[in-house]
């Protein structure tokens, strides 16, 4: 018998459940008739907190419930948008200065809604702000002072003002990307800091959902899309200074992994010295900047530091007098004096078709985001050989492998030959901490490892300095979170190309050909002969140098 009423709920429940189905159908339609988004609370997490800014009394004499609200940016569900209280509402909301868009949703889910708000379980005393100020940010700079005390202060917060403690957390230390990586029982949060994932703390899922929620409203997802990736981006301002975020969510088996890009305009605004460039590499790419025609690629994996580079280039040219164009995907970073545009391949305008219209604008320099295609590649180089300096990046390991890259995607070798003119590749490793690293005398292990490649460099008659008795290494302290490491630094390969080259490739010559003209005529340093060279200078470590160019 007891098995029996068992199944009998179980079955009135999943009847229940299609029902609500349909009737959820209905509101949707009806949405989509009244030209007016569809929001379904019963399946949305939502913010407790809110309840502290629309009373019980205005959110169920109106049919209404807040389920979004970002500084003065209002959503509101209701169950009818022409029902009169419901417009009294919306107007003294708007009054007061509030943007308020809203949504249609059924009665189950207002109830919903209502539900959570209105429990006594989730009242809070602590009063929900609507806008975090510049003030308020800076405090919060000078509270986190390291990255464990992160964890305590987000659990205590609203949704809102958690996120906003993980940003500037992020921010103060240098971090490039947050990452959120949901597991069985909670949710990773990861920030990679001078192109290192650091595991900072852990959340729970339903914290998670929260915070998850407001980074989608502010980057302009759906927030009831959970089973396919979105991609979105908006901003927050740190000290006067514009943040920009790029967001991307990928479903998994235990909920959505988010990953957030922070984009800081002022970090790309640096020299090539600050970079790391030195020496003839430094002067060979100055002189880049000042050519009137030719190709500069810039090479080298994923995260590390092309666009960068790409854009202190940008920044040497005078932009008073010529025309920047630049083709990205997506823009990173805004540059004064220069017109730039993003691709949309679901739109059709991808690289080689941007291109092709930026050439119709009478550009003097353009920068393409990426050669990843035949034709962007062979219109990159044409643009070179008639008249106009092209920037743009390759993913290939080293300087020289550009070439059979290149020649590989169809473009001709008498094309190709007095395109180029430059070719960086780089890496970047983490630079040490200026206020607590450590010297200590070098081991036999590292005087034979360092000696390896100063030797060869003196075979190629390239001047190098002496080993050195001591190398720095990192002990961390509070200005690094406690990492050892403060800032990123390139390592790089710069090469040059004269009419040896360009005669080596014309007569399709093979590339270990190539590879003896360089070593014997060009004096260039490999990336990892550069990074050696910032150890001996006290910039960097061996590890470092080893973990991504060995």
Same mark, same amino acid.
């Given at each position: 018998?007891?098995? /029996?009423?068992?199944?009998?709920? +179980?079955?009135?429940?999943?009847?229940?459940?299609?029902?609500?189905?349909?009737?959820?159908?209905?509101?949707?339609?009806?949405?989509?008739?009244?030209?007016?988004?569809?929001?379904?609370?019963?399946?949305?997490?939502?913010?407790?907190?809110?309840?502290?800014?629309?009373?019980?009394?205005?959110?169920?004499?109106?049919?209404?419930?807040?389920?979004?609200?970002?500084?003065?940016?209002?959503?509101?569900?209701?169950?009818?948008?022409?029902?009169?209280?419901?417009? #009294?509402?919306?107007?003294?909301?708007?009054?007061?200065?509030?943007?308020?868009?809203?949504?249609?949703?059924?009665? &189950?889910?207002?109830?919903?809604?209502? +539900?959570?708000?209105?429990?006594?379980?989730?009242?809070?005393?602590? &009063?929900?702000?609507?806008?975090?100020?510049?003030?308020?940010?800076?405090? $919060?700079?000078?509270?986190?002072?390291?990255?464990?005390?992160?964890?305590?202060?987000?659990?205590?917060?609203?949704?809102?003002?958690?996120?906003?403690?993980?940003?500037?957390?992020?921010?103060?230390?240098?971090?490039?990307?947050?990452?959120?990586?949901?597991?069985?029982?909670?949710?990773?949060?990861?920030?990679?800091?001078?192109?290192?994932?650091?595991?900072?703390?852990?959340?729970?899922?339903?914290?998670?959902? /929260?915070?998850?929620?407001?980074?989608?409203?502010?980057?302009?997802?759906?927030?009831?899309?959970?089973?396919?990736?979105?991609?979105?981006?908006?901003?927050?301002?740190?000290?006067?200074?514009?943040?920009?975020?790029?967001?991307?969510?990928?479903?998994?088996?235990?909920?959505?992994?988010?990953?957030?890009?922070?984009?800081?305009?002022?970090?790309?605004?640096?020299?090539?010295?600050?970079?790391?460039?030195?020496?003839?590499? *430094?002067?060979?790419?100055?002189?880049?900047?000042?050519?009137?025609?030719?190709?500069?690629?810039?090479?080298?994996?994923?995260?590390?530091?092309?666009?960068?580079?790409?854009?202190?280039?940008?920044?040497?040219?005078? #932009?008073?007098?010529?025309?920047?164009? #630049?083709?990205?995907?997506?823009? &990173?970073?805004?540059?004064? /004096?220069?017109?730039?545009?993003?691709?949309?391949?679901?739109?059709?305008?991808?690289?080689?078709?941007?291109?092709?219209?930026?050439?119709?604008?009478?550009?003097?320099?353009?920068?393409?985001?990426?050669?990843?295609?035949?034709?962007?590649?062979?219109?990159?180089?044409?643009?070179?050989?008639?008249?106009?300096?092209?920037?743009?990046?390759?993913? #290939?390991?080293?300087?020289?492998?550009?070439?059979?890259?290149?020649?590989?995607?169809?473009?001709?070798? $008498?094309?190709?030959?007095?395109?180029?003119?430059?070719?960086?590749?780089?890496?970047?490793?983490?630079?040490?901490?200026?206020?607590?690293?450590?010297?200590?005398?070098?081991?036999?292990?590292?005087?034979?490892?360092?000696?390896?490649?100063?030797?060869?460099?003196?075979?190629?008659?390239?001047?190098?300095?002496?080993?050195?008795?001591?190398?720095?290494?990192?002990?961390?302290?509070?200005?690094?979170?406690?990492?050892?490491?403060?800032?990123?630094?390139?390592?790089?390969?710069?090469?040059?190309?004269?009419?040896?080259?360009?005669? *080596?490739?014309?007569?399709?010559?093979?590339?270990?050909?190539?590879?003896?003209?360089?070593?014997?005529?060009?004096?260039?340093?490999?990336?990892?002969?550069?990074?050696?060279?910032?150890?001996?200078?006290?910039?960097?470590?061996?590890?470092?140098?080893?973990?991504?160019?060995?």
């Amino acid at each position: 018998m007891a098995q /029996g009423d068992a199944d009998n709920r +179980k079955l009135t429940k999943g009847v229940a459940e299609v029902n609500q189905q349909y009737k959820e159908r209905d509101v949707q339609a009806k949405a989509k008739t009244l030209g007016i988004p569809y929001v379904n609370l019963l399946t949305m997490p939502i913010n407790p907190d809110l309840a502290d800014f629309l009373s019980k009394e205005d959110a169920v004499g109106a049919h209404a419930a807040l389920y979004f609200q970002v500084g003065k940016k209002l959503r509101l569900a209701v169950l009818d948008p022409n029902n009169e209280t419901t417009k #009294t509402l919306l107007e003294k909301l708007r009054q007061g200065g509030f943007q308020v868009d809203i949504s249609l949703c059924s009665e &189950e889910s207002l109830a919903a809604g209502h +539900k959570i708000y209105f429990s006594e379980v989730y009242q809070k005393q602590e &009063e929900l702000r609507n806008v975090v100020e510049e003030a308020d940010l800076g405090t $919060y700079m000078k509270e986190i002072e390291n990255l464990n005390e992160l964890k305590a202060k987000i659990e205590a917060a609203s949704f809102d003002k958690a996120l906003n403690y993980i940003q500037i957390g992020a921010y103060k230390t240098h971090s490039s990307d947050i990452h959120f990586e949901p597991e069985e029982t909670r949710v990773l949060v990861r920030f990679r800091i001078d192109g290192v994932l650091q595991a900072v703390f852990d959340i729970t899922p339903k914290a998670y959902a /929260g915070i998850l929620t407001e980074i989608k409203y502010l980057s302009h997802l759906k927030l009831n899309i959970l089973s396919l990736p979105q991609d979105g981006q908006y901003s927050f301002l740190v000290n006067q200074r514009q943040i920009n975020v790029r967001v991307s969510t990928l479903p998994t088996h235990y909920g959505e992994a988010t990953v957030m890009r922070l984009l800081d305009a002022q970090r790309a605004q640096v020299t090539f010295e600050e970079l790391g460039f030195e020496g003839i590499a *430094l002067q060979r790419l100055m002189e880049s900047t000042t050519l009137s025609h030719g190709m500069i690629l810039v090479t080298g994996p994923t995260g590390s530091g092309k666009t960068t580079t790409l854009y202190s280039m940008l920044q040497r040219i005078d #932009t008073r007098s010529k025309k920047v164009i #630049t083709l990205e995907d997506p823009i &990173e970073y805004n540059l004064a /004096g220069i017109s730039q545009s993003q691709v949309q391949e679901d739109k059709g305008y991808t690289f080689a078709a941007g291109l092709r219209s930026i050439l119709r604008q009478d550009p003097d320099a353009i920068m393409v985001g990426e050669i990843r295609d035949t034709e962007t590649a062979e219109t990159a180089v044409q643009a070179s050989l008639t008249g106009h300096l092209v920037f743009s990046t390759l993913h #290939t390991n080293s300087a020289i492998e550009s070439i059979p890259r290149l020649l590989n995607m169809g473009v001709k070798s $008498y094309v190709l030959a007095p395109a180029l003119d430059l070719i960086v590749a780089q890496r970047l490793v983490r630079k040490l901490c200026p206020s607590c690293a450590v010297a200590s005398p070098a081991t036999e292990a590292e005087r034979a490892h360092i000696d390896e490649s100063l030797n060869a460099l003196r075979q190629r008659g390239i001047e190098a300095p002496a080993m050195p008795a001591e190398l720095r290494h990192p002990k961390g302290c509070p200005v690094c979170s406690q990492t050892g490491f403060k800032g990123p630094i390139a390592i790089s390969e710069v090469l040059p190309f004269d009419q040896g080259i360009r005669d *080596l490739i014309l007569g399709n010559a093979p590339m270990p050909e190539v590879y003896a003209y360089i070593e014997k005529n060009l004096k260039m340093t490999s990336v990892h002969e550069d990074g050696i060279l910032k150890v001996i200078h006290g910039l960097t470590t061996l590890e470092e140098v080893d973990r991504v160019a060995k």
